[in-house]
């Protein structure tokens, strides 16, 4: 499955980040149009699955003490969206680790 990866730094505590991190995630998936949204939250890290436009996707985020990786798995058939993806996380994710 091809991913799309973006790490962002921060400075938050770990309790604020994964405030931000829900909330930023919720943005994202709506941003997605993305139904049948399963999330699963373990620490510091969250996945999530459901269907984007038809598509089934899923990923994850992991939060540090100094950053926030997402990850984005498209399948294949959703290859010719993964600059889009990377656009929509790059822009949307940054504003609430600030």
Do not use: W
């Amino acid at each position: 499955m091809p991913k799309v990866t973006g790490t962002y730094p921060h400075t938050l505590d770990m309790e604020s980040a994964r405030g931000k991190m829900r909330e930023a995630l919720d943005d994202l998936l709506e941003s997605f149009e993305m139904k049948d949204v399963e999330r699963n939250e373990d620490g510091n890290t969250t996945t999530f699955k459901g269907v984007s436009r038809g598509v089934n996707t899923g990923g994850s985020i992991e939060i540090s003490e100094s950053d926030v990786k997402v990850v984005i798995q498209l399948p294949f058939s959703g290859l010719a969206f993964k600059g889009r993806v990377q656009k929509a996380i790059d822009k949307r994710v940054p504003p609430f680790l600030g």
